[in-house]
């Protein structure tokens, strides 16, 4: 089979299971099975693969049909421009996560030095992409999850801004050792009924029965921890920003309040500045 008939192939399939983006996929699939660069994939389009190549092509292809995400499959995500590392341990980076990191930069940029933690970092995506843009900045990274704390270890170190990122292994702020300017958290916030099925790890998804649980209890805990116009940047499910907005005022009495929505319009993202 030549190259450009397996990618129509595996695109078919993909389309017919009702994967999105089926022809993306399929081109990241193929790629993936044949270590190739996208240009490698355009210049070889006409080439014959061996049977050994489609044998794994296939495999792969079968293991996405089951209903495993591309990135676990892959074990790469790119998230804010810089590729990821991700497993079954982490959540897999959403673009949506990319306005938590823009208005944190934002706000970060008045600081001279700012101190910043990310709480529930999982892959470290948020942590890292703000390390990378703010050789300034000091950041604490925080997850209840080891194998987490592994994955974001290695991306920090991927990415050339370990030594810039303190890593702790605890539960929401217990033990992070200082107040902060910026607090990013992208928490679990999934409705417990509805994460189910999820093949995502559901410490990173289960929010409780409303989904709130584990953000309530983040900003309870806010007060003290903040520094003088230091922020909180929360990001938040579809229908909860009414709910987290009254959290984060009984917390936080003195707080500028706002949301800020993603590309779809939802409101994604709660930021209190005192
Ligand atoms: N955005 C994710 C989803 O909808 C949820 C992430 C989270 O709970 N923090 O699947």
Redesign the pocket.
Known sequence: MRLKDALGYIQNCLAIANINEAALEAELLLRHALGYSTLELFLNHGLEISDKEYRSLQALLERRLSGEPLAYITGQREFYKLDFIVNSNV?IP?P??EHLVDKALELAHSVPTPIIADI?TGSGAIAIALAVNLSNSKIYAVDISPEALGVARANAARHAVASRINFIHGNLLDSVPEAVDILVA?????KSDD?IN?P?PHM????GDE?LDVIERLCTALPNKLHPEGSVLL?I?SGQAVNVVRMLQSSLSAAHIETIKDLAGIERVVWGQL
Request: glycine fraction near 20%.
């Open positions: 959540l959403r949506e996560s529930g992208n928490l679990p916030y999934v994460c999820s995502e990173a998804l289960d929010g989904g990001e499910g």
